[in-house]
Structure formats: structure tokens, C-alpha cells
């Protein structure tokens, strides 16, 4: 019996995304944040978070989840050790 062909459609443009996600995070850790300097409040760093969060959960959950850290991530926020 064959797979669905969907399912399997869907698997790899997951897969794709997940890995054009996680650049664009690495090309920031490369190109943007050593010009910005350490000022994230959490460990670990919120793009670390969100690589991390994109390999567990996938692209959209991880994303999602990245999303919502970058967000709480500011002055008057939490900090402290926060994995994803």
C-alpha cells in the first residue's frame, strides 16, 4: 500500500521550512547580533531558543513557540534558564 501522496507532500515542505527558518535564524546569530551585543534575558538566547523549538516541535509549533519567547523577551520581563 502507498502512502498518501499529501502526507508525504506535506512532510517535506515541512521539512524545507523548517530548515529556511533555521537559517535565517543562524544568518541573524552571524550577520545582526554581534552588532547588537548581548542583551537577551534569558538562556538560552531567544534565537537559540527558536532553532531548538523549530527541530522539536517542527516549523509552525516551534515558530509559534519562538515567536511567543522573542515576545516576553524584554526589560520588564522574565529572564532566567527557559528551555523550550
Known sequence: MRANPCLWLFAI???VL???LILTVQCYQLLISPWLG?????EPTCSSY????VRKYGPFRGA???VRR???CH?????GYDPP
Open 50 to 53: 527558536f532553532i531548538q523549538a
Open 13 to 15: 515542505a515541512s521539512r
Open 64 to 66: 509559534w513557540r519562538g
Open 75 to 79: 526589560p520588564w520581563g522574565a529572564s
Open 38 to 42: 548581548p542583551n537577551c534575558r534569558f
Open 70 to 72: 522573542i515576545l516576553r
Open 18 to 20: 523548517g530548515r529556511g
